[in-house]
């Protein structure tokens, strides 16, 4: 339920990120991207939510729940101010950083749910990289477009990332009853965040 949840705001965002990039004069393979990514996040989402269903469903608990409306409470009001480049850096560079650190952690893990759904996890966990890559591309192309952007980048790149961690350790528990390898996990996500966006990013834009 947390990574389908995950998954339906990858959708929406993506969607609306795709609205801003179509109003704005930016290049044709940004919009085409996003066109692709909205359907990808759309695919997962109903994967995903088959998954529960199969499983018989469950009640989020409360603390996944509201890291994730934290997050998307950000992300809704940087879409809603029309922030491009903030959002890109809180969907494609952190939280698509999350999805794929997630997804990557259940490789070894010996659950059967898990097992069922291995080659599935595997090509989502790629197409997250895929849109992790493209973020940290059009985050720089745009902020060497509009360097004044980067004091507010890097505001988001913060925040952003202290609220993916919190969603990561508010869902660990759930995870390692799954079989997922949490240190490998939390490691990938910080090393991915840490390196991508506070380096290469920002400072290289």
């Given amino acids: 339920m947390v990574i389908e949840a995950g998954e339906r705001l990858a959708h929406s965002c993506a969607e609306r990120q795709l609205g801003l990039a179509i109003r704005n004069p930016l290049d044709s393979s940004t919009q085409s991207f996003l066109r692709e990514q909205a359907r990808q996040e ?21 603390d996944p729940a509201a890291a994730l409306r934290r997050y998307a409470e950000r992300l809704d009001a ?29 490789e070894d893990s ?14 989502i966990a790629r197409e997250e990289a895929t849109h992790h890559a493209f973020g940290l591309r059009a ?40 079989g997922a390898d949490c240190d490998a996990c939390t490691g990938q996500f910080r090393a991915m965040v840490g390196t991508s966006i506070d380096k290469t990013t920002l400072a290289a834009a």
Avoid at 78 to 99: K, P, W, Y
Avoid at 110 to 123: C, D, H, I, Y
Avoid at 148 to 168: K, N, V
Wanted: glycine share 8%; proline share 5%; hydrophobic share 50%.
């Fill in 78 to 106: 940087d879409l809603t101010r029309g922030a491009l480049i903030a959002s890109l850096i809180g969907m494609q560079c952190v939280f698509e950083a999350l999805g794929e650190s997630v997804l990557n952690a259940f």
């Fill in 110 to 123: 010996s659950s059967p749910k898990v097992k069922l759904f291995a080659e599935f996890r595997r090509r």
């Fill in 42 to 62: 759309s695919r997962h989402a109903s994967y995903f939510g088959a998954g529960v269903r199969l499983f018989g469903g469950a009640v989020m608990p409360t």
């Fill in 139 to 178: 985050v720089r192309m745009h902020l060497r477009a509009a360097p004044w952007q980067r004091p507010d980048a890097i505001d988001a790149a913060r925040s952003y990332a202290t609220l993916g961690e919190a969603i990561l350790t508010s869902s660990l528990p759930l995870f390692a009853d799954l």
